[in-house]
């Protein structure tokens, strides 16, 4: 019966190993939020939304199955409530926001690193950053069903700042199953040289 127990208690805590931890998990997604924000020209309140379905499906990942389980699908309806139909079908189509993670070898993976440098912002962090802790996902309907979209553009915007630094593409960045930490720096939470309160959100 002892040996039972122990072997029990080993398997939970083989499977809550695999979970993302909350500071690990808000900080890819603020990095993937970020880039989508610059990819698809989003306004302050989408990325803020942004964020939170990032964040909310991040912690909800527990291993493999979960990576286009039920978490990804309810992610993208409910970025089908915040995004336009021209920003969902670019968003569709950019595999490393559409399909941002993967795991292997008992770490996740995620692709937006292959596309853009370790530590480049294009925006301040959402208000919510600091505030939100999740859950969104997990209520009935979609917190998000009477999110007001912007316009639909058919052409993509003219851009007004610099686009990234060219770069070759890197391999896709690691997190430690163990201990939740990526092995690139994760953002910091001191405010970044270079930007306003306001930011800017995309190419705008």
């Known amino acids: 019966m002892k ?20 500071n690990a998990a808000k900080n890819e997604a603020l990095f993937l939020s970020d880039k ?3 990819e698809l020209n989003l306004t302050a309140a989408q990325y803020e939304a942004v964020y ?6 991040l912690m909800s990942l527990n291993g493999h199955g979960d990576v286009f389980g039920i978490w990804w699908d309810r992610r993208n309806a409910d970025l089908r409530y915040v995004l336009n139909s021209w920003q969902y079908d670019k968003y569709v189509a950019l595999s490393h926001f559409y399909r941002p993670v993967a795991w292997k070898a008992g770490s996740w993976t995620f692709a937006v690193y292959s596309h853009y440098n370790r530590g480049r ?19 009935h ?13 058919h052409h993509a915007p003219a851009v007004h ?14 997190v430690d199953k163990r201990h ?12 970044r040289h270079g930007h306003s309160n306001t930011g800017h959100f995309g190419r705008r």
């Open 36 to 38: 989508m924000a610059y």
């Open 52 to 57: 939170e379905i990032n964040l909310d499906y």
């Open 3 to 22: 040996k039972m127990m122990i072997l029990a208690m080993m398997m939970v805590m083989t499977i809550s190993a695999k979970a993302m931890s909350y």
């Open 161 to 174: 700042h610099p686009v990234p630094a060219p770069h070759h593409p890197k391999a896709p960045v690691k």
């Open 141 to 153: 309907g979609s917190h998000y069903a009477h999110m007001h979209k912007p316009a639909v553009h």
């Open 121 to 139: 912002f294009y925006n301040d962090r959402p208000t919510v950053f600091v505030t939100y802790k999740g859950g969104h996902n997990r209520i």
């Open 180 to 191: 939740g930490i990526s092995n690139h720096t994760l953002a910091s939470n001191t405010p």
